[in-house]
């Protein structure tokens, strides 16, 4: 959960200063409550003191005051970031409301709210509200800082961001572009930041499935993590996980080979570690199985080469119906073909890639009622 510690409010009234002395000690106590909460991982407790906090702040201070604006601002984040997005949405427009009278309705201040707002409002493939939201806090960045600021940028790399992910939604990709074109033209450019960007759109464009684009720009993407650092390297092997199944949905199996190997070469496999595929591919259900309406399961060992590929699979053990089999079946055969296909990454010993055997997986076959 983000922590909001606002030192604004981090105040000690005194006597007569705006309201009865009451309402000071309320306020105060109430603060001092929340900040407690907010160092903490109870997000209940935050939500419940960051209340307490709002309730005495509309007792102290008038609309015009802009602590009330982020009172309310923080309490709706409160709410949002503990998982309570549908009550933090009125909150968030009171905040926007609140912060019209402070700041203008142009201020820069508001941008902040109006995206905590915009996340308030994502629903999955029902992106309409937040982007409806992140356009307007754009057009305030762009007055406030210009189009080709880092503030602009950031907000825009947030905002297509988001609504991938929380909206389920590509319509915002055009920000990300945008945000990229930013970073790379600064004076200083920001290459983590550029590398961040084409790794989001190369994601958008395998989400859409256009996997030439996806592996160009997750390849740019790579550039960006070079860095030395635990955060770079995991961002590293994320990306090239992914370009494993651009390329082989492509077809190219030497260009994923070689982010299969490079995979290998940098992560550090555990003897006890699951053995994951990089790329799998989905068993074709045996129309004759299908028909006779049964389901099963078959359990595969194979060994993965120096190339990451599938060698020597064979059937060790078989379901069908929730029942052990002993002879061979339809589904053999299907599961077989897609194991075949599998992509993994290498392990490696004393720098060199060497074959593993015995790695196991199963294959199930359910039908959907």
């Known amino acids: 959960m983000r922590k909001t510690i606002l ?3 981090t105040i000690l009234w005194s006597a007569g200063a705006l309201a009865d002395n009451s309402d000071v000690a309320a306020f105060n106590t109430a603060w001092l409550e929340y900040e407690e909460a907010a160092a903490s991982d109870d997000d209940e407790l935050e939500i419940e003191t960051a209340a307490q906090v709002f309730a005495a702040a509309k007792k102290l201070f008038p609309e015009s005051d802009e602590r009330l604006t982020v009172v309310t601002h923080n309490y709706g984040i409160a709410l949002s970031d503990g998982g309570r997005r549908e009550d933090a949405v009125p909150v968030l427009k009171d905040a926007v409301r609140l912060g019209e009278v402070v700041y203008g ?9 109006l995206a ?17 939201k992140y356009k307007r806090a754009l057009k305030i960045a762009e007055a406030n800082f210009g189009k080709q600021s880092v503030e602009y940028a950031d907000l825009a790399f947030r905002a297509s961001r988001n609504v991938y992910l929380m909206s389920l939604s590509l319509s915002a990709r055009k920000y990300m572009t945008e ?31 256009d996997f030439r684009n996806s592996s160009r720009y997750l390849e740019s993407a790579l550039d960006g993590f070079d860095a030395p650092g635990d955060a770079n390297q995991a961002l590293r092997l ?3 996980a992914l370009l494993v199944q651009t390329y082989e949905h492509r077809g190219l199996t030497e260009e994923a080979t070689q982010h299969c190997i490079a995979i290998g070469r940098e992560s550090q496999f555990s003897p006890d570690q699951d053995y994951e595929p990089l790329f799998r591919v989905a068993p074709m259900y045996p129309s004759s199985m299908l028909r006779a309406g049964k389901s099963g399961s078959v359990d595969l060992e194979f060994t ?6 599938v060698r ?15 002879r061979s079946s339809d589904f053999d055969e299907a599961a077989m073909d897609a194991v075949k296909r599998f992509r993994y990454a290498p392990k490696f010993e004393n720098g060199e890639a060497v074959a593993v055997a015995g790695v196991k997986t199963r294959i199930s076959f359910t039908i959907e009622k």
Request: aromatic residues 8%; glycine residues 8%.
């Open 238 to 240: 994320l990306t090239r």
């Open 312 to 326: 020597e699979p064979a059937v060790v053990a078989r379901e069908i119906n929730g029942k052990e089999r002993k």
């Open 7 to 9: 030192v604004l409010l």
């Open 304 to 309: 993965i080469d120096e190339n990451g590929f």
């Open 179 to 209: 945000a990229r074109d930013i970073y790379a033209a600064l004076p200083e450019p920001a290459i983590q930041n550029v590398g961040m960007a084409n790794f989001y759109l190369g994601k958008m464009e395998f989400t859409d499935r």
């Open 116 to 132: 905590d707002l915009a996340d308030a409002e994502a629903a999955p493939f029902k992106p309409g509200a937040q982007v409806h």
């Open 105 to 113: 309705k142009q201020g820069s201040n508001l941008i902040p709210i």
